[in-house]
């Protein structure tokens, strides 16, 4: 499956930003679906993921209740709604997907998108 990444933009803080992940394929339905972000000079760490189902959703600590996964199969597109966004939110985000297990750690996915900036300013 191949994954698109856009959405991305430069906001102030509190502002808010949809990112969509377009997936390639008739069987994006099958996969569990993660986004990650690198900011500049760090390691890339996990944001959110979802079931292949949508039933089951993860969040990273430092964006629970800010930011919200969503999924819809029939249009192949994963959603990660991110509200309420803070400096430290400014990192390329990536999505990406896995029809294993592990898709809370990005050693366990599969397939990656190119990632999308997103930039929030004080």
């Known amino acids: 499956v191949q994954l698109q990444a856009s959405g991305g933009g430069s906001v102030q803080t509190g502002g808010s930003l949809r990112l969509s992940c377009a997936a390639s394929?008739?069987?994006?339905?099958?996969?569990?679906m993660a986004w990650f972000r690198q900011a500049p000079g760090k390691e890339r760490e996990f944001v959110s993921a979802?079931?292949?189902?949508?039933?089951?959703?993860y969040y990273a600590d430092s964006v629970k209740g800010r930011f919200t996964i969503a999924r819809d199969n029939a249009k192949n597109t994963g959603y990660l709604q991110m509200n309420n966004l803070k400096p430290e939110d400014t990192a390329v985000y990536y999505c990406?997907?896995?029809?294993?297990?592990?898709?809370?750690?990005?050693?366990?996915?599969?397939?990656w998108g190119k990632g999308t900036l997103v930039t929030v300013s004080s």
């Open positions: 990406a997907a896995t029809k294993g297990h592990y898709y809370t750690l990005d050693s366990g996915m599969d397939y």
């Open positions: 394929g008739r069987t994006f339905g099958s996969y569990n």
């Open positions: 979802i079931h292949w189902s949508g039933g089951r959703t």
